[in-house]
């Protein structure tokens, strides 16, 4: 159903405004819906004339409406609202309230101001769908109220907000003893649910009747059970199999009325077209303990050639009915069949709420699985299994056939164009500077200290000139008591407060730049992430809010959103989107920080993991996604988030895939059948664009070696194996593996190489079941033996470990572990460009007990140089040999990256530095330009830095060095003070470790020798 509010007019509004005026417009929200009106500018009076629509997944919620006061400068201001329960519009006449004024109400009964005007509203509910091919026309339940109807409510007489409170608490103390029903009855076996018309709620007696033909009590029930759901997650699939995946265009609700209402004819005219006959429907109802609600069906199937017609009983019972998705089991039995005694065919009815359409209607998802359950032990199981099969499959088939006739599916890649829609609809949120204003001055310590200096200024006008005395001279005025004293060093401490607040909102006046709208390049898996907003983020700031912003990570590659000063509950609305992957994705990180500068180590505001292979990629097309972290989960943060993914290149990216590991590999990769992929996919409970690359027959060590079949995927590597009837089935990503190594043959491994694979700490928790140990840190080891081919094995999985797990630093030293002598590539250009142009200043200045010679041993390349790299915080530092660059000028480049005390986003550095002799041959200079990558705002400057070396004439073994600074600004931003002082702040400590390192490094080779 849905619930239409049309928002007319209001009247004798109070102003707000200083003009004597108000800028009204309305607020609407029903659960997570809202909606809200044009401004309507300088009126009292205002109209609107504006519709919307709601979709009601409960009875028990209220339409909230709320008058506010547009404000261009600060908060916008309440008005006044009113609650209309959904329960009161359905139980209305015609369900329907029609034209009526309601008074609006103050936030809460100790508001001064209790006239806050009227509001002029027409609220009525109305069909979703209609299901004329079925039934004459569906209507919707109704459930009987012992109130009076809102309808009613004229324009002279207006509803209290406290009468309509007490009216829906009525309605729901109704359904709440309509869940009493087999508590109160308990009579003839059964305990069969009543209609309304033959309860007595006055008397308490509730008459038994079953629901045959009635689907407004049909309704009334799943009102009940949605009432009663404890949140339970819909069951998984059956082991048999999957008999129809399919979207609907049509709400979960509907659906269900649609397959199951007993006033439904979908069963009459599904049995038409399969041939059965003699169909009877038994009525829905309760069971002894009122906790399941189950009917029978019986029908007889059609004969076949080797079959006679068989007469088939189906129990179903509800398994969960929650609004948005409903499961009910069927329990089939034939027992005039050949062994019909030994087994049941079980299907599992699966109803879920679908992606949103291009037209704003809902969708629906039902799944349909089947299993054998076998009573009792029999010879012939295989054969009655693959019977069952069969026919299940040509009988489901004219199920979808004839359910697309009257309801019409949906393409999954129809879905696709709601994400452009969706998008397209997202806009930034814009921060005034006013608003961030009032955040960081509208406290206590900002207006006192105001007060206080209005004070002091009027008292300065008023007093006369005072004479000096004591210690005082012309100019020179001290205080003459001790509370003079104590006044002037409280103005002060507060001078100092305001002066702080001032310069944290100078620097927080514009927002930074972020990848929102980079265009993702190149064909592939592409992924999408809009960020919509954020709730409940923890406060880390002084001023009690925070300045969040988000970093996705995903295949290596991060986006950066914007930053949103002082907020706790920010609203981004930004889109990211990821580069084209040759494979689908498998991990999404994100992580909310708190800004302080590219280089200071940011406060995590939380951090959530999004896993594409355990989540359905149409859930997560609008999902909030809970925080984890001390201060996310103090304080309940989340972060709503849509992500799509879409697949450019169709079926050819499964072959470009597949032929790029074919290179690693060094062997012929065959894509797999159609077929094969869907019972890998089927085998360990995988989305539908993973696709096996290989699979290898091997044993999995434990304490006994299980043999069994590894199979490889593009983000996956899984085992499975069947030691009498005992499975076991595990898998676990790439991205979770921290190593690989081979262990050679011995007598345990029966003469063949061991693969062992290592886990990060705390991954693939899933799997442990398969690990042969777990080390101290909690690093489960898996053990693989017995490959028939042990070089092909071995090859692709480290191929496919390789490009898909590594991280950028581990890819970069594994390369230069394999070129070894190779040199990174070197800058054509002679001369750093641009180091002249930038202004330079001295941040470091130190005389060090070391000769020249040594401290240029530190930027040889040498063993000395890595150990004190790695020592000031610089990981996998690899660097090229000096070469000759013109006379007596030399080059080589270097790159790094920083460990997390330098900078919690351990960024990558890619550096060139030039060395040259001073005029005088007493010393070095060298200058260095540094790029960083990977942390904020690191693509707005480049970092240039000069090393001059001088010996010391009256030490041999001293030498004076001297650092200055110059930063390249690439993109403009008034934020360069903050950021230049948070680098040479961060720098100058770096180099005193640095040049400390290298001292003591001295040290020890003097002691050593």
């Known amino acids: ?214 689907g407004e009590q049909f309704y009334e029930v799943m009102m009940i059970m949605v009432s009663r759901d404890h949140g339970n997650e819909v069951p998984s699939n059956l082991s048999g199999g999957v008999l129809l995946d399919q979207l609907y265009a049509i709400a979960p609700a509907d659906l269900n009325t649609l397959l199951f209402s ?231 401490l507060q001078a100092e407060r305001v002066m702080k607040l001032v310069a944290q909102f100078m620097q927080a006046r514009v927002q930074k730049g972020s990848d929102h709208g980079i265009k993702a390049q190149g064909d592939g898996w592409l992924l999408t992430v809009a960020l919509i907003e954020g709730s409940s983020l923890a406060a880390v700031d002084s001023t009690g809010f925070s300045d969040p912003y988000v970093v996705f990570t995903c295949n290596g590659k991060t986006r950066t959103s914007s930053i949103k000063f002082q907020k706790l509950d920010p609203q981004w609305n930004e889109i990211f989107e990821f580069d084209a992957m040759d494979e689908p994705p498998s991990m999404l990180d994100v992580e909310v920080f708190d800004f302080d500068g590219p ?81 890998f996919q089927k085998l360990f409970g995988l989305p539908q664009e993973e696709f096996l690359i290989n699979d290898f027959t091997c044993h999995l060590r434990r304490k006994m070696p299980l043999q069994g079949r590894l199979f490889l995927s593009a983000r996956i590597i899984g085992f499975h194996g069947n030691l009498f009837g005992q499975k076991t089935k595990f898998f676990f990503l790439w991205e979770d593996i921290e190593d690989i190594q081979v262990a050679s043959p011995n007598l345990s491994s029966m003469g063949s190489p061991i693969i062992i694979v290592t886990l990060r700490v705390g991954r693939g928790l899933d799997a442990r079941h398969g690990a042969k140990t777990q080390d101290e840190e909690g690093r489960l080891k898996f053990h693989f033996q017995s490959f028939v081919s042990f070089s092909v094995a071995h090859r692709t999985i480290m191929a496919l470990w390789k490009s898909k797990s590594l991280s950028p630093e581990q890819k970069v030293r594994i390369a230069v572990e394999e070129s070894e002598a190779k040199s990174l590539e070197t800058e054509e250009s002679g001369s750093l460009m641009g180091v002249e142009d930038v202004s330079m200043s001295e941040v470091y200045s130190s005389v060090l007990s070391v000769p020249i010679n040594f401290f240029m041993e530190a930027f040889s390349g040498s063993e000395i140089d890595r150990r004190v ?59 260095e330009v540094l790029t960083l990558q990977g942390i904020p705002f690191g693509d707005y400057f480049n970092l240039q830095l000069r090393y001059q070396i001088e010996g010391i004439p009256s030490r041999s073994n001293g030498c004076q060095v001297k650092v200055s600074l110059g930063i390249a600004w690439l993109k403009s931003t008034r934020h360069q003070k903050r950021i230049t002082k948070n680098i040479q702040t961060s720098l100058q400590e770096r180099f005193k470790l640095l040049l400390g390192t290298i001292e003591k490094e001295y040290a020890d080779r003097r002691l050593s020798s």
């Open 262 to 492: 007993p006033d439904s004819k979908f069963l009459h005219g599904l049995s038409n077209v399969q041939g059965k006959t003699d169909l009877q429907i038994g009525p829905w109802e309760f069971d002894n303990d009122a906790e399941n609600f189950k009917r029978v069906v019986t029908y007889v199937n059609p004969a076949t050639k080797l079959i006679k017609a068989v007469k088939a009983t189906e129990n179903q019972t509800y398994l969960k009915a929650d609004g948005n998705a409903f499961a009910i089991l069927g329990s089939v039995s034939t027992p005039d069949v050949i062994y019909g005694s030994t087994f049941k065919v079980e299907l599992l009815y699966c109803i879920a709420l679908g992606p949103g359409l291009p037209s704003g209607e809902p969708s629906s998802h039902l799944v349909i699985s089947w299993r054998m359950n076998f009573i009792q032990s029999t010879m012939m199981k295989g054969m009655i299994e693959n019977g069952a099969r069969q026919g299940l499959k040509d009988s489901f088939e004219q199920y979808a056939s004839f359910l697309s006739q009257n309801v019409k599916p949906v393409d999954l890649k129809d879905t696709g164009s709601s994400k452009d829609q969706v998008l397209a609809s997202l806009q930034a949120e814009s921060q005034s500077d006013w608003k961030l204003a009032v955040h960081y001055f509208a406290n206590f310590t900002a207006i006192s200290t105001f007060i206080a200096g209005l004070y002091v200024l009027l008292h300065i006008w008023l007093a006369a000139p005072s004479i000096a005395q004591g210690l005082e001279f012309t100019g020179l005025d001290l205080p003459d008591s001790i509370g003079e004293l104590i006044v002037c060093a409280v103005l002060v």
């Open 1 to 214: 159903m849905k619930l239409v509010v049309r928002v007319i007019e209001a009247r004798d509004l109070p102003a707000m405004d200083l003009n004597g005026y108000s800028d009204p417009y309305v607020r609407l929200q029903l659960g997570k819906q809202k909606f809200k009106t044009k401004v309507v500018k300088k009126s009292l009076n205002p109209y609107w004339g504006d519709e919307f629509s709601f979709q009601v997944d409960d009875l028990s919620d209220e339409l909230l409406v709320s008058v506010m006061d547009e404000d261009k400068y600060f908060n916008d201001d309440f008005v006044g609202l009113i609650k209309v329960p959904v329960i009161r519009v359905f139980d209305a006449e015609n369900k329907s309230l029609g034209t009526a004024w309601y008074s609006l109400q103050p936030k809460s009964k100790k508001s001064k101001s209790k006239d806050c005007g009227e509001i002029c509203l027409n609220v009525s509910l109305t069909e979703n769908n209609s299901f004329m091919d079925w039934n004459s026309k569906f209507e919707d339940a109704k459930i009987e109220s012992s109130s009076a109807s809102l309808g009613s409510t004229s324009r002279s007489s207006s509803p209290t907000r406290s009468e309509i409170a007490s009216s829906n608490e009525d309605k729901l103390q109704e359904i709440n003893v309509a869940n009493q029903v087999a508590q109160i009855c308990n009579t003839n076996g059964n305990i069969r649910l009543s209609t309304a018309s033959s309860t007595d709620l006055n008397s308490g007696t509730i008459k038994p009747q079953a629901i045959s033909k009635s």
């Open 869 to 927: 790299m790695e020592k000031t915080g610089y990981l996998n530092y690899s660097c090229t040999p000096w070469e000759l660059d013109k006379a007596d000028v030399y080059q080589r480049q270097v790159k790094y990256r920083f460990d997390k005390r330098i900078s919690c986003y351990r960024g990558e550095v890619t550096s060139t530095q030039q060395k040259s002799p001073l005029s005088d041959k007493n010393g070095w200079l060298i200058e």
């Open 599 to 679: 280089f200071d180590d940011a406060t995590s505001l939380g951090h959530a993991e999004i896993n594409f292979l355990k989540a359905n990629i149409s859930d997560l097309a609008d999902v909030w996604v809970p925080l984890q972290g001390k201060l996310a989960q103090a304080c309940q943060s989340k972060l709503h988030l849509r992500i799509f993914m879409d697949n450019t290149r169709g079926g050819n990216a499964v072959r470009d895939y597949l032929a790029k590991m074919e290179k690693e590999v060094g062997k012929k990769i065959n894509v797999r059948s159609p077929q094969t992929n869907l019972a």
